[in-house]
């Protein structure tokens, strides 16, 4: 099955700077790769997907860059909020709304 | 358009009792995945259903778990004689099918408390 892998475990930034999350994959097969944003409490939300014919994708702060061949693809927020402190979560998958496997997770605190 | 609706929000339980969720989803949507999360961990799968079928529960454990999504009300994830390890967050999603450009929507979750 799908190994998922997630780094760094924890992140904090000061306000403004960018933050950069890591996720690795095993299964080759995987061709929808997103990123979901939890707050504490709260369901996760789908922040940014991509799928593996496109080798980036951004939404005003927020991209994510795929490298199929070698199994990872990475969560870029640039200018950093403080609303952005949330724990994020990658789930590569065969298919968008088949079953997700997801990361680990990221904790995410910017610093005001 | 309500989104995902999951009942209750929270669910308190002794243990040995049994602890059904509820999860009615989007309007137009016939698949239901059901999600399990421990504390300061990641969502783990449990089960796949459309409606009256089980298309995937590798991850739902064997015993004391079951799941279902009748043809007409919300799918239902059963927990019989339940113990502390299953407290938990207890997220629903569904999706209108599956293939490129769907997506899954999450509900608020359920939160489970075994006493």
């Known amino acids: 099955g799908e190994n998922v892998e997630q780094h760094p475990s924890t992140l904090s930034v000061q306000e403004g700077d960018s933050a950069v999350i890591k996720c690795t994959y095993s299964?080759?097969?995987?061709?929808?790769f997103p990123w979901y944003k939890q707050e504490l409490g709260k369901r996760p939300q789908l922040i940014i997907d991509i799928r593996s014919n496109v080798g980036e994708k951004k939404d005003q702060r927020i991209a994510v860059t795929l490298n199929k061949t070698a199994k990872h693809f990475s969560l870029h927020i640039t200018e950093t909020q403080p609303e952005d402190s949330a724990v994020y979560f990658c789930?590569?998958?065969?298919?968008?709304?088949?079953?997700?496997?997801f990361g680990s997770g990221t904790r995410l605190l910017v610093r005001p | 358009n309500a989104g995902v609706m999951q009942n209750p929000r929270h669910l308190v339980r002794r243990r040995g009792q049994e602890a059904r969720l509820r999860c009615s989803p989007m309007?137009?949507?016939?698949?239901v995945y059901w999600y399990r999360q421990l504390p300061e961990e990641g969502l783990k799968f449990m089960v796949y259903l459309q409606k009256e079928n089980i298309i995937d529960e590798s991850g739902m454990p064997k015993e004391r778990f079951s799941a279902e999504f009748p043809k007409e009300g919300p799918s239902i994830l059963r927990i019989q004689q339940v113990v502390r390890g299953d407290s938990a967050a207890y997220f629903c999603?569904?999706?209108?099918?599956?293939?490129?450009?769907?997506?899954?929507?999450f509900g608020q979750g359920t939160r489970l408390t075994v006493v």
């Open positions: 999603a569904s999706s209108p099918g599956t293939g490129s450009g769907t997506e899954a929507f």
């Open positions: 309007k137009g949507h016939s698949h």
């Open positions: 299964d080759s097969a995987s061709n929808y």
């Open positions: 789930a590569p998958s065969m298919d968008s709304s088949y079953k997700l496997i």
